[in-house]
C-alpha cells in the first residue's frame, strides 16, 4: 500500500481469515473475571490476559500474519525488526515457526530478559543505538543492504488484521460486552481491535464502545486526534515503554480516528497502582504498557456503562523494573511511607518513636538516624523511616500516633 492510497478498513471475513491463520501459533487467552474493579466502577469488569500470550504479549499475532504472507522468494531474504522487546519476540518466533532467518535490532541497554528470549526463539539480535530511532534507522539500513524484509511493528495493514483478532475473541467470550479499553502505542491493536470488535457487534445488531488509553508522557494520538493529522510529540521518560511512541502510524491513525470512541491518558503512578492491583487481587504479572487500560478504569479517567473488558496487552516485565515498579507502586496507593521524625539529641527518643507507631499498627522496614540532616538544631537528630501502612486512613493514624507522643514528624515526598 502507498503512502497516499487510502487506507480502507478491513471487513469481518478478513478479521476471520486472518484469525484461522493467526490460530497456528497464537492461543485463545483467557478471560477472567476481577470483582475488585467491578466493585470499583460499579459495573461488571473482564481482564482479556494477552499478559499470557506466547511471547507474553499480542504481538505474536499481526507478526505470524504479516511473516506467513510473504512468499517463497521474500522468505528466503530473511526478515529484519527494530524492537526493544515484545514485537521482537513476535517476530522471533513467527519466523521460526516459518523456518525463515530473523534479524532483530534492539537498543544498547535492552532488558536482558527479552534479549535472551528473543535470542532463545532463534533470531540473531543486534544491538545498536542509544535511543530507539538510533536502532530503527539501523535496522531500515541493514534490511537495504541486505535485501531482506522490513516487519513494521504496527504501521501496515497485515498488522493490523493480526492484532484485531484480540477482538474477534473477546466478542466470542463476552458476549454481551459493551465496553472494550485498550493501550495505544503507535495504534495496531486499538485499530485493529476497534474495527473487528465493532463489525463483529453490527453483525450482532448492538453497538459497543472502544476506548483506548496511552501513557501521559507518550500521548500523540490525543493532539493527532484533535486536529485531524498525524501528530509527533517528543516523548518523555514514562514506564510504560512499550507504548511510549512519538507518532501515530498512518494506517492505525486513520482506523482510530473512525472507529476509537475516545482516548484518555493516565500518569505513572497510575499505571503502578494497576500493576500492584493486577497482582495482588488478580494474580496477573502485567507489564507497565499493558496495565494502562486496568489504569484508566482505577484512576476514573474512564467511566463505563455496562460490562467492559480491559485488555492487559503485556506481561513482559524485567524483574529490576517489577521491584521499582512495586515499590512506587505502594508508595503512591499511599502503603509505603516516608516519615521524619526531629528529635532531641538524647536516649530513649528512637523506642519512643517506635513505641508510637507500633500503637498505630505501623510497620517500620528501613531506618536511617543521622545529624547531620538540613535545618538540624545542634542538639536535634533526624529519624526517617520507611514505615508500611494499609492506605491514607491508616497513614494518618500513624502519623496522628506520632504528634501524639509529643514527636515533630511530617510525611517526605516520595
Given at each position: 500500500?502507498s503512502k497516499?492510497?487510502p487506507?480502507?478498513?478491513p471487513?469481518?471475513?478478513?478479521?476471520e481469515?486472518t484469525?484461522?491463520n493467526v490460530?497456528?501459533?497464537?492461543?485463545?487467552?483467557?478471560?477472567?473475571?476481577?470483582?475488585?474493579?467491578?466493585?470499583?466502577?460499579?459495573?461488571?469488569?473482564?481482564?482479556?490476559?494477552?499478559?499470557?500470550?506466547?511471547?507474553?504479549?499480542?504481538?505474536?499475532?499481526?507478526?505470524?500474519?504479516?511473516?506467513?504472507?510473504?512468499?517463497?522468494?521474500?522468505?528466503?531474504?530473511?526478515?529484519?525488526?527494530a524492537?526493544?522487546?515484545?514485537?521482537?519476540?513476535?517476530?522471533?518466533?513467527?519466523?521460526?515457526?516459518?523456518?525463515?532467518?530473523?534479524?532483530?535490532?534492539?537498543p544498547?541497554?535492552a532488558?536482558?530478559?527479552?534479549?535472551?528470549a528473543?535470542?532463545?526463539?532463534?533470531?540473531?539480535?543486534?544491538l545498536t543505538?542509544?535511543?530507539?530511532?538510533?536502532?530503527?534507522k539501523?535496522?531500515?539500513?541493514?534490511?537495504?543492504?541486505?535485501?531482506?524484509?522490513?516487519i513494521?511493528p504496527?504501521d501496515?495493514?497485515d498488522?493490523?488484521?493480526?492484532?484485531?483478532?484480540?477482538?474477534?475473541?473477546?466478542?466470542?467470550?463476552?458476549a454481551?460486552v459493551?465496553t472494550?479499553?485498550?493501550?495505544?502505542?503507535g495504534?495496531g491493536?486499538?485499530?485493529?481491535l476497534?474495527?473487528?470488535?465493532?463489525?463483529?457487534?453490527a453483525?450482532?445488531g448492538?453497538?459497543?464502545k472502544v476506548?483506548?488509553?496511552?501513557s501521559?508522557?507518550?500521548?500523540?494520538?490525543?493532539p493527532?486526534?484533535?486536529?485531524?493529522?498525524?501528530?509527533?510529540?517528543t516523548?518523555?521518560?514514562?514506564?510504560?515503554?512499550g507504548i511510549?511512541?512519538?507518532?501515530?502510524?498512518?494506517?492505525?491513525?486513520?482506523?482510530?480516528?473512525?472507529y476509537?470512541?475516545?482516548?484518555v491518558?493516565?500518569s505513572?503512578?497510575?499505571?503502578?497502582k494497576?500493576?500492584?492491583?493486577?497482582?495482588?487481587?488478580?494474580?496477573q504479572v502485567?507489564?507497565p504498557?499493558?496495565?494502562?487500560?486496568?489504569?484508566?478504569?482505577?484512576?476514573?479517567?474512564?467511566?463505563p456503562?455496562?460490562k467492559?473488558?480491559?485488555?492487559?496487552?503485556?506481561?513482559?516485565i524485567?524483574?529490576l523494573l517489577?521491584?521499582?515498579?512495586i515499590?512506587?507502586?505502594?508508595?503512591?496507593s499511599?502503603?509505603y511511607?516516608?516519615?521524619?521524625?526531629?528529635?532531641?539529641d538524647r536516649p530513649?527518643?528512637l523506642?519512643?518513636?517506635?513505641e508510637?507507631?507500633?500503637?498505630?499498627?505501623?510497620?517500620?522496614?528501613e531506618?536511617l538516624?543521622?545529624?547531620?540532616?538540613?535545618?538540624?538544631e545542634?542538639s536535634?537528630?533526624?529519624?526517617?523511616?520507611?514505615?508500611?501502612?494499609?492506605?491514607h486512613?491508616?497513614?494518618?493514624?500513624?502519623?496522628?500516633a506520632?504528634?501524639?507522643?509529643?514527636?515533630?514528624?511530617?510525611?517526605?515526598a516520595?
Amino acid at each position: 500500500m502507498s503512502k497516499t492510497a487510502p487506507v480502507v478498513a478491513p471487513t469481518l471475513a478478513e478479521f476471520e481469515a486472518t484469525h484461522e491463520n493467526v490460530s497456528q501459533v497464537a492461543i485463545q487467552t483467557p478471560v477472567l473475571h476481577s470483582n475488585y474493579l467491578s466493585e470499583l466502577v460499579g459495573h461488571d469488569v473482564e481482564l482479556k490476559c494477552e499478559n499470557l500470550q506466547r511471547t507474553g504479549a499480542y504481538k505474536i499475532r499481526g507478526a505470524f500474519n504479516i511473516i506467513s504472507k510473504l512468499s517463497a522468494a521474500e522468505r528466503k531474504k530473511g526478515v529484519v525488526a527494530a524492537s526493544a522487546g515484545n514485537h521482537a519476540q513476535g517476530v522471533a518466533l513467527a519466523a521460526r515457526n516459518l523456518g525463515i532467518k530473523a534479524t532483530i535490532f534492539m537498543p544498547v541497554g535492552a532488558s536482558l530478559p527479552k534479549l535472551q528470549a528473543t535470542e532463545n526463539y532463534g533470531a540473531e539480535v543486534v544491538l545498536t543505538g542509544s535511543i530507539f530511532s538510533e536502532t530503527l534507522k539501523a535496522a531500515q539500513a541493514h534490511a537495504a543492504k541486505k535485501g531482506a524484509i522490513f516487519i513494521p511493528p504496527y504501521d501496515h495493514m497485515d498488522v493490523v488484521l493480526g492484532q484485531g483478532t484480540v477482538g474477534l475473541e473477546i466478542l466470542d467470550q463476552v458476549a454481551d460486552v459493551n465496553t472494550i479499553v485498550v493501550a495505544i502505542g503507535g495504534g495496531g491493536l486499538a485499530a485493529g481491535l476497534a474495527v473487528s470488535a465493532k463489525l463483529k457487534a453490527a453483525q450482532q445488531g448492538r453497538k459497543i464502545k472502544v476506548i483506548g488509553v496511552q501513557s501521559e508522557h507518550a500521548a500523540p494520538y490525543v493532539p493527532s486526534l484533535k486536529t485531524g493529522k498525524l501528530t509527533e510529540l517528543t516523548i518523555t521518560r514514562t514506564i510504560a515503554d512499550g507504548i511510549a511512541v512519538g507518532k501515530p502510524g498512518r494506517i492505525p491513525f486513520e482506523l482510530i480516528k473512525q472507529y476509537v470512541d475516545k482516548v484518555v491518558t493516565v500518569s505513572d503512578d497510575e499505571i503502578a497502582k494497576a500493576i500492584v492491583v493486577l497482582m495482588e487481587r488478580a494474580k496477573q504479572v502485567v507489564e507497565p504498557a499493558g496495565a494502562v487500560a486496568v489504569a484508566a478504569l482505577m484512576s476514573g479517567a474512564i467511566k463505563p456503562r455496562g460490562k467492559t473488558v480491559a485488555v492487559l496487552s503485556g506481561g513482559n516485565i524485567d524483574p529490576l523494573l517489577m521491584q521499582k515498579v512495586i515499590g512506587h507502586g505502594l508508595a503512591a496507593s499511599e502503603r509505603y511511607t516516608t516519615i521524619s521524625v526531629m528529635l532531641p539529641d538524647r536516649p530513649g527518643q528512637l523506642v519512643k518513636t517506635a513505641e508510637a507507631i507500633a500503637a498505630a499498627h505501623g510497620n517500620v522496614v528501613e531506618v536511617l538516624h543521622t545529624r547531620h540532616g538540613k535545618g538540624l538544631e545542634i542538639s536535634e537528630v533526624e529519624l526517617r523511616m520507611s514505615v508500611e501502612t494499609t492506605g491514607h486512613d491508616h497513614r494518618q493514624r500513624v502519623l496522628k500516633a506520632l504528634h501524639d507522643a509529643g514527636l515533630k514528624a511530617r510525611i517526605e515526598a516520595e
